[in-house]
């Protein structure tokens, strides 16, 4: 009656052939094929991704900002006088 839904994360980890191991984000790994290690270790990685997303994010809108403030004609004229 009510299908219920499978909880997977947005990647995979593969393990390389000199022990490394890569991102792939196009797969999706179901939490349901995890062993307990395993998701632990997912679960470690979903939260770096997350961080390293919300960095992004943070130096995007900050980017932004900062080319806002440089083409504002009121911030242009406060430097040309020297006042910023």
């Given at each position: 009656?009510?299908?219920?839904?499978?909880?997977?994360?947005?990647?995979?980890?593969?393990?390389?052939?000199?022990?490394s191991?890569?991102?792939?984000?196009?797969?999706?790994?179901?939490?349901?094929?995890?062993?307990?290690?395993?998701?632990?270790e997912?679960?470690?990685?979903?939260?770096?991704?997350?961080?390293?997303?919300?960095?992004?994010?943070?130096?995007?809108?900050?980017?932004?900002?900062?080319?806002?403030?440089?083409?504002?004609?009121?911030?242009?004229?406060?430097?040309f006088?020297?006042?910023?």
């Open positions: 009656m009510f299908e219920k839904e499978k909880v997977c994360f947005s990647f995979r980890l593969i393990d390389m052939g000199n022990g191991q890569v991102i792939d984000e196009s797969i999706k790994t179901p939490m349901d094929a995890l062993t307990p290690e395993m998701q632990a997912y679960m470690e990685v979903h939260e770096q991704l997350a961080f390293m997303k919300m960095i992004q994010k943070n130096d995007r809108r900050e980017t932004e900002r900062g080319r806002k403030l440089v083409r504002n004609p009121l911030h242009r004229l406060a430097c006088c020297g006042l910023a």
